[in-house]
């Protein structure tokens, strides 16, 4: 720029802030689940301790519902935009949110899998009327100071105010606009994330590792991500994802920035989504972490941190689509193949689930190579729906996780396993019926969705990734088989597993998480309309 | 103005700081070089916005910093934990959790 323009800049008349204008009726369930997590806090401070835990469950629960109601009312007022592809909606609040069909049908997944997160976190009943989380995470484990903190049963009910924002931050973040304000939400959902991991009561050791872990890792690939909005924002001038699509399909010479900024975004995204080779965090995380808090984890940052990658690279880099999609190509033919054969040499349930979360991963940018528009099933409906089917059953197999218990704790050796089905054929069968799901075998969820993201893939061409696809999906049906066999046939070690009897809180997310995988297995067809409806983003 | 000098030195930052995150053993040090990275984005966000005439990429610089800060609140609360149970701070001895 010249020296001439900066003077123009500095010497302008100072013109009059325009107050911003936001539509406040159509983020309300951003707002009132921010607004929980902030009361949240207050109850922290103000509320008696007898008082606080149950405080702080009324709180999220009603922030959570609210908020469910609230997208529920949005998405039914969002207009019909007609332009090459159907949409939904639009951008509000100045055009740093959009709120279209893909936004407000995340929204509406990802407080589904809120609410049956802090259900798993209100569970007390399962560790002698303690929660699953540190009385005190300021003492070292095993030392005289935590002992003392049990005995007063001391609770870190801070829990339920951190898992609202982190499920703010991923609202946000599979509706921002901009890549600045999806950088924010990138952290707001992260930095929660972080803590809640080293939280756990038992294994604390494990926990803090999981939590340093993720949090060393976790910086360092938003750094990446930081630096490729800072590439991009160099190439086009501005944040916005429209602008930037302009710059891209119009836009003359820089093209070294965009392809730089491009591939560091998606080192930052595959890394939050663990696809490989950005993986590494994912299986101690998952171990380390406190089940309740693994189990909304998988589920929602996959949902959240998937659509947000679709919204960059279909609507600010989708000009640029034979740029970015042999990377995803290859990204997702060595997640798929890695994830399903890793799996097979796991003998930690926690870390069996991580893996096979990665290889889901892998499925997923299947989806993303698919089709874009047209009359069949879209990428971002395939994903969609593949994201609610593998979130639900991923939160249940780790609610069945909870259950499984020894004198330390939860038992996750896969070994201590053998003989679940005659110590409790329920919950066998529950955590069958999830393992079929993610191995994709006909009426489950996972069967409709894994066809769903093929079927997206074949129609657009992507034809060697749906053929590696199925090849993974029959290495995993082994292993997930292998499980099964396991539960149900084989001879117990010593007195086999226990299983522990919770309460209501953590029945009702089993029984709803078998019944959603059913329902989607059985009848696709209203969820499989509603993401074909939502239709695509809208910039 | 030429942005070359001012984007160059960000990326050697940018490189000093991944290089420090993969080689370094301290949690505190490779903290400190993601903290390295973020401000490599941020002179790149100002190089930028000057280049380009608007203040987008300065009002960036400022959200930057204050993630940043938000960042050190949760890291140092997490390392703290573990060097008061480990008595160590290197991230070569927390590996309890292999294959």
């Known amino acids: 720029m010249s020296a001439v323009s900066v003077q123009a800049i500095v010497g302008a008349a100072p013109s009059p802030i325009e107050a911003p204008d936001v539509d406040y009726a159509t983020i309300s369930p951003l707002l009132i689940i921010l607004g929980a997590a902030v009361l949240g806090v207050l109850v922290e401070a103000f509320v008696p301790r007898a008082y606080r835990f149950v405080t702080q469950i009324a709180v999220a629960v009603v922030g959570v519902v609210a908020a469910f109601v609230a997208t529920v009312v949005v998405g039914a007022g969002l207009d019909t935009v007609d332009g090459e592809v159907t949409g939904r909606g639009g951008p509000t609040a100045m055009g740093s949110l959009s709120v279209d069909g893909p936004a407000v049908v995340t929204w509406a997944m990802l407080l589904f899998f809120g609410l049956l997160g802090v259900l798993l976190f209100a569970e007390r009943r399962l560790d002698g ?116 699509s302009t710059a891209v399909s119009s836009q003359i010479g820089g093209q070294n920035l965009l392809l730089a900024g491009m591939a560091l975004i998606l080192v930052g995204l595959l890394f939050k989504v663990a696809a490989v080779p950005f993986h590494a965090w994912t299986p101690d995380v998952y171990q380390g972490a406190p089940t309740p808090v693994t189990a909304f984890m998988a589920a929602g940052t996959k949902a959240a941190a998937f659509v947000a990658m679709l919204r960059i690279f279909f609507v600010a880099f ?63 409906s395939a994903v969609l729906f593949y994201l609610v089917a593998y979130g639900a059953a991923a939160i249940g197999a780790f609610a069945v996780v909870t259950l499984v218990r020894d004198a330390g704790g939860e038992t996750t050796h896969l070994g201590r396993w053998a003989g679940l089905g005659k110590e409790s054929p329920v919950l066998a069968v529950a955590f069958t019926i999830f393992l079929l799901s993610f191995a994709g075998i006909p009426l489950t969820g996972g069967f409709i969705s894994k066809w769903s993201v093929f079927a997206a893939a074949w129609d657009g061409g992507a034809w060697p990734l749906v053929v590696v696809g199925v090849v993974a999906s029959a290495l995993a049906l082994f292993f997930y088989i292998r499980v099964v066999v396991l539960l149900f046939f084989a001879p117990p070690q010593g007195d086999g597993p226990t299983v522990a009897v919770p309460s209501p809180l953590t029945w009702s997310v089993v029984a709803i998480t078998v019944a959603v995988t059913i329902v989607l297995g059985v009848l696709p067809g209203p969820l499989l309309d509603l993401v074909q409806q939502a239709g695509a983003f809208v910039r | 103005m030429t942005v070359e000098p001012f984007i160059g030195l960000s990326a050697l930052l940018f490189a000093i700081g991944a290089i420090g995150v993969l080689v370094r053993r301290n949690a505190i040090v490779v903290f400190m070089c993601v903290e390295l990275m973020l401000n490599a984005c941020n002179l790149s966000f100002v190089t930028f916005a000057r280049a380009h005439g608007n203040l987008d990429g300065q009002v960036a610089a400022f959200f930057v910093m204050v993630v940043a800060a938000a960042e050190v609140v949760v890291g140092l609360a997490i390392i703290v934990s573990i060097f008061r149970t480990r008595r160590s701070a290197s991230v070569d001895d927390a590996s309890l959790l292999k294959l």
């Open chain 1, 129 to 244: 009327g303690l929660s699953a989380f540190t009385s005190q995470a300021s003492t070292p484990p095993g030392s005289a100071d935590e002992r003392h903190a049990t005995r007063l049963r001391i609770e870190h009910s801070e829990v339920f105010p951190l898992a609202m924002f982190a499920l703010g931050g991923m609202m946000f973040f599979a509706s921002a606009n901009d890549l600045l304000g999806m950088f924010v939400a990138l952290e707001v959902l992260s930095l929660p994330l972080y803590l809640m991991c080293g939280l756990a009561r038992r294994r604390r050791l494990l926990s803090q590792e999981a939590a340093m872990k993720y949090f060393l890792l976790g910086a360092f690939s938003s750094a990446f991500f930081l630096y490729g909005i800072a590439m991009v924002y160099g190439y086009a001038g501005s944040f916005g994802l429209a602008e930037i």
């Open chain 1, 318 to 380: 989708g000009g640029a689509r034979w740029d970015w999609a042999p990377a995803v190509w290859a990204i997702a033919i060595i997640t798929m193949l890695f994830g399903a054969i890793a799996s097979i040499a796991q003998t930690d349930v926690k870390r069996m689930l991580a893996y096979s979360s990665i290889a889901h991963a892998g499925f997923l940018l299947v989806g993303m190579a698919g089709l874009t528009s047209g009359d069949g099933v879209t990428s971002v």
